[in-house]
């Protein structure tokens, strides 16, 4: 089955849930799928050894690497 997470737009940039899922790649399967107003992941074949923590680990590191792009992009 899996885990589905809707990913706000107007918070979370898509890239950085990309990022999100570079970084996580080798703990689960993930799809995503980048629509006008939210970004959808289908998270599955979680890692058993992280598989209380991933879902909420993921999240953070989501919103951890919109706030790095936002700065990125902010004018010096």
């Known amino acids: 089955m899996g885990e589905h997470i809707s990913f706000d737009r107007s ?3 898509p890239a950085a849930i990309e990022s999100a899922v570079a970084a996580y790649h080798h703990l689960a399967t993930f799809a995503v799928i980048v629509g006008d ?10 890692d058993a050894r992280v598989s209380d923590v991933l879902i909420d680990a993921f999240c953070n590191h989501a919103l951890y690497e919109t706030v790095v792009l936002g700065r990125a992009t902010e004018p010096s």
């Open 37 to 46: 107003d939210h970004t959808e992941v289908q998270i599955s074949e979680i």
């Open 11 to 13: 918070l979370y940039a």
